[in-house]
């Protein structure tokens, strides 16, 4: 299953940021249980050891979670840390809109999703191959921006991203494939003290209202 349809099946993406590695396996295992199957941890960009730290923790997650979980990385330069990734496990790459990631993604067979702001950045990143376009940050423009791009754009598949929570989840997901969140479902206060159950709890606020959507259409 491509990534398009993946995001189009579970609508959201959790990203995970600023975990260690120790905390990193047991926050995944908490958005899964909450229902989350889509996650994404920023590749590193800081410190000695950047370039070995991201591939470990993507390691780590796929070793703990079910196969039916998805995990990709985020914040990928260049093709050196793409292909990283990959070996260690990650099936997308979401990423600023650079030609060689794009290039060496689309060469190593996993999901392109470059991020993207204004019209002209999501054209240009739509014709290299894009699978679908990270619109980041999202809350800054709030839905009016996005209901504006519908219209001349409305052929390119969107993953708003930046100022999405549950009170306002479900008027995103009307304007777009779906949606990333950040802190607001991965949750750093409940990551740091450990409280996966509440970690638990809060992803379900979030895939409780797409459960909604589906008992809609049937």
């Known amino acids: 299953m491509s990534i398009l349809e993946l995001v189009r099946k579970h609508r959201i993406v959790a990203a995970l940021r600023g975990v260690t590695l120790e905390q990193a396996a047991d926050a995944a295992q908490a958005l899964y249980q909450g229902g989350i199957r889509l996650l994404e941890v920023t590749f590193e960009q800081r410190g000695s050891q950047r370039r070995e730290k991201t591939p470990a923790l993507i390691r780590a997650l796929r070793e703990r979670l079910s196969l039916d979980a998805r995990v990709g990385v985020g914040t990928v330069l260049t093709a050196k840390e793409a292909r990283a990734a990959v070996e260690a496990g990650a099936e997308f790459l979401l990423y600023p809109t650079v030609e060689e990631v794009i290039r060496q993604a689309k060469a190593l067979g996993v999901g392109v999703v470059p991020g993207a702001l204004s019209p ?96 809609r259409k049937d």
Do not use: C
């Not at 791009?149 to 494939?177: C, K, V």
């Not at 990333?180 to 003290?193: E, F, K, N, W």
């Open 120 to 215: 002209t950045e999501i054209l240009r990143a739509y014709g290299l191959g894009a699978d679908l376009i990270k619109l980041f940050p999202a809350g800054s423009l709030g839905l009016g921006y996005l209901k504006a791009l519908q219209g001349p754009l409305g052929h390119i598949p969107l993953l708003p991203m930046g100022g999405i929570g549950p009170g306002n989840l479900m008027d995103y997901l009307a304007l777009a494939e779906g949606v990333g969140v950040g802190s607001q479902l991965a949750d750093p206060g409940l990551i740091r003290r450990g409280d996966w159950e509440g970690l638990s709890r809060l992803a379900r606020t979030y895939t409780a209202q797409l459960r909604g959507i589906e008992e």
